[in-house]
């Protein structure tokens, strides 16, 4: 199972709101997302994502894709 980790990185870096991420991804990224996308974003998991806001995030956040997902086994699961 993947479980999305972008509110703890936020975290980490001291940004708290999704409008202080929007400036951060405008600025370091030059990428811009709607209020209720970044919305969308910081209070759920994602089911798909686009290749180009997965790269903004991480050089907004100055992080790689392995910070912004963990992959955990569930109980019971099985690879296949």
Do not use: H
């Not at 001291?14 to 405008?26: D, F, Q, V």
């Not at 910070?67 to 955990?72: G, K």
């Amino acid at each position: 199972m993947l479980i999305w980790m972008l509110r703890q990185v936020m975290a980490a870096r001291g940004i708290w709101s999704g409008a202080a991420l929007g400036r951060l991804l405008k600025e370091k990224a030059g990428y811009e997302l709607s209020a209720p996308s970044l919305s969308a974003l910081i209070t759920g998991q994602p089911k798909q994502m686009k290749a180009e806001t997965l790269d903004a995030l991480c050089k907004a956040l100055d992080c790689t894709p392995n910070d912004l997902w963990c992959f955990t086994v569930e109980d019971g699961a099985t690879a296949g």
